[in-house]
């Protein structure tokens, strides 16, 4: 019978539950087991996908086409599985069923309830995941105990434990254990607190995993197993790591795989970290660095461009470089070019966005770079203005532009397709999930995946107008990718520039720390080739002009 393991969090947010229980999930499938995830979210939203990237972060995409929880990145990124849409649900979608259910009849014209409908239907979501090839799900719930946005998932999370048997459900609960500076001293006063809240919903607690800055001593532990009822083997602290990918070790050593198959009765074999083992010494090992700007229209908030950090570190860690992000607002972008200001960047990466806001911040940008052959790539949006870029500068494409942002533009360069003009729902003009791309022989892009057909993941809605497809072509920007029936454009570069790279996809999706995304790692290398073609003086010095 499939396992159960739900992690809650306490005291407070951004306490690190999805990298918990993405460790969690590694260990496990290290030890030979099936593992899955999922992500409850407390919001009303029906699913990310319209929301602000100032509001939640990135939105990650899943080969079905689901828009996801950034969470559900790192869940890929640890265990190495694609998830689906089925691995997110919010409390919006959650209802959004039930009253679909009722106006349908389902209910038989009984009263509908939290209890006992929108936490069955919160049921039923969690039991779609546990198939027969499926050992363990290991289901985060978002928020902290407490949040009156999240009782209906804890209750339905109680009763999973009296529908499931008490020895197929786990309960992990993160909490913090903050230092007080004036009196020197770590506190467990939060943690009590959050596990007797917990407590009175109904969840005691099998393991309780403690976030801190600093390791937490022996009778600090012995307290709060004490105090919160819960196994000493289960008290598990998680300090502060140098990187993510140390964490799955850090926890390993704490025992909590260990103790979680013990409660679960799973097979206690030893797992086998050996490559993950590997890797992290691969990223404390790096030997080199180089700067990476990243042109961005959400830059004050990073976790808008999570999967993409993250790509490019992977690819790092496989030239042994450490990467130094430079976040470069795209709205101040050409402020910066007139003072000289982007000559120290080793590359640049022009990533995906929505609307008009810094599009010629954007369009700057990607100019500079193919100028002065810094290595830049740009990913979807990033696409689109290269285009722009390329066909005002040398095609002479006066006011060239994408039909997004100006729907008057004399050359539509980026523009809907035929199929598109009349759907008046805009959502369903999107390209997301999945898609396949036939990549040019004798292409950086070919060379980089090593294969003719590769399949990257999509979210958007504009294409490379085909019209302008052979003017560019003649001027040298080759379409090295296209859809297989040749329709649509899905990579370009620049043939006599050493890496001026685009395509509509999103390769970060699909990159994993010890399996790099081919592009990124030919950013990183390409990077490392210009830096170290650099005088290192020159270097320093327009660091500290930048700092």
């Known amino acids: 019978m499939t396992k159960h393991i739900f992690v809650t969090g306490g005291v407070a947010s951004g306490l690190g539950k999805g990298i918990t229980g993405s460790s969690l999930g590694r260990l496990l499938k290290a030890r030979g087991l099936r593992v899955t995830m999922q992500k409850f979210d407390p919001y009303i939203n029906v699913d990310p996908g319209t929301m602000n990237p100032f509001e939640h972060g990135e939105v990650f995409v899943t080969d079905d086409g689901g828009e996801t929880d950034l969470d559900l990145g790192h869940y890929e990124r640890f265990i190495d599985e694609p998830l689906t849409k089925d691995s997110n649900a919010t409390t919006g979608s959650i209802y959004q069923a039930?009253?679909?259910a009722e106006r349908h009849g389902d209910y038989l014209g009984k009263t509908v309830q939290v209890i006992p409908h929108i936490t069955d239907e919160i049921k039923r979501r969690i039991r779609r995941l546990a198939?027969?090839?499926?050992?363990?799900?290991?289901?985060?719930?978002?928020?902290t105990a407490g949040d009156i946005e999240i009782l209906p998932f804890l209750e339905a999370i109680r009763q999973m434990r009296l529908d499931a048997g008490r020895g197929n459900v786990c309960y992990v609960h993160v909490t913090l254990v903050p230092f007080i500076g004036p009196s020197g001293e770590q506190k467990t006063k939060p943690t009590q607190h959050s596990v007797t809240e917990l407590r009175s919903r109904g969840i005691q607690?099998?393991?309780?995993?403690?976030?801190?800055?600093e390791p937490i001593d022996t009778a600090l532990r012995e307290k709060i197993s004490r105090l919160c009822d819960v196994e000493l083997s289960g008290v598990v602290n998680a300090p502060d790591a140098s990187n993510l990918y140390e964490i799955p070790l850090i926890l390993h050593e704490e025992g909590l795989d260990r103790y979680v198959c013990e409660i679960l009765g799973l097979s206690n074999l030893e797992p086998d970290l050996q490559s993950w083992s590997s890797l992290v010494d691969r990223i404390e090992g790096s030997t080199s660095k180089v700067r990476i700007g990243i042109i961005g229209k959400y830059v004050s908030l990073p976790d808008a461009y999570m999967s993409v950090v993250e790509a490019l570190r992977h690819g790092g860690y496989q030239h042994a470089a450490d990467i130094e992000i430079e976040w470069i607002q795209a709205e101040d972008v050409e402020g910066l070019l007139a003072g000289g200001r982007l000559g120290h960047l080793d590359g640049m990466i022009i990533p995906g966005g929505f609307g008009e806001r810094g599009i010629e911040g954007k369009i700057a940008a990607a100019h500079y770079a193919r100028e002065n052959e810094i290595p830049c790539l740009g990913i979807c949006l990033g696409l689109q203005v290269m285009v722009t870029e390329f066909c005002r500068n040398e095609l002479g494409l006066v006011g060239a532009n994408s039909r997004e942002f100006d729907p008057t533009t004399a050359h539509p360069v980026v523009d809907l397709m035929d199929s598109q003009r009349d759907v008046t729902d805009m959502g369903g003009t999107m390209r997301l999930g999945l898609y396949p791309a036939r990549l040019l022989e004798g292409t950086k892009a070919a060379a980089m995946y090593g294969e003719a057909l590769i399949y990257e993941r999509h979210r958007h809605r504009y294409e490379v107008n085909n019209d302008y497809r052979a003017p560019m072509e003649e001027q040298g920007l080759r379409?090295?990718?296209l859809s297989p029936d040749g329709r649509l454009v899905e990579f370009i570069e620049l043939e006599t520039h050493p890496f001026w790279v685009g395509t509509q996809a999103h390769p970060e999706f699909k990159s994993r720390p010890?399996?790099?995304?081919?592009l990124f790692q030919g950013l990183v290398e390409a990077a490392l080739s210009r830096a170290e073609g650099r005088n290192p003086k020159l270097l320093?010095?327009?660091a500290e002009s930048v700092d």
């Not at 607690?205 to 800055?213: F, I, K, T, Y």
């Not at 010890?514 to 081919?518: E, I, L, M, N, T």
Request: hydrophobic share 35%; with cysteine.
């Open 131 to 143: 198939t027969a090839d499926t050992d363990v799900v290991i289901t985060e719930v978002g928020g």
């Open 479 to 481: 379409c090295s990718g």
């Open 98 to 100: 039930v009253l679909a």
């Open 514 to 518: 010890d399996r790099p995304a081919p």
């Open 540 to 542: 320093e010095s327009s």
């Open 205 to 213: 607690p099998d393991a309780v995993v403690l976030r801190s800055e």
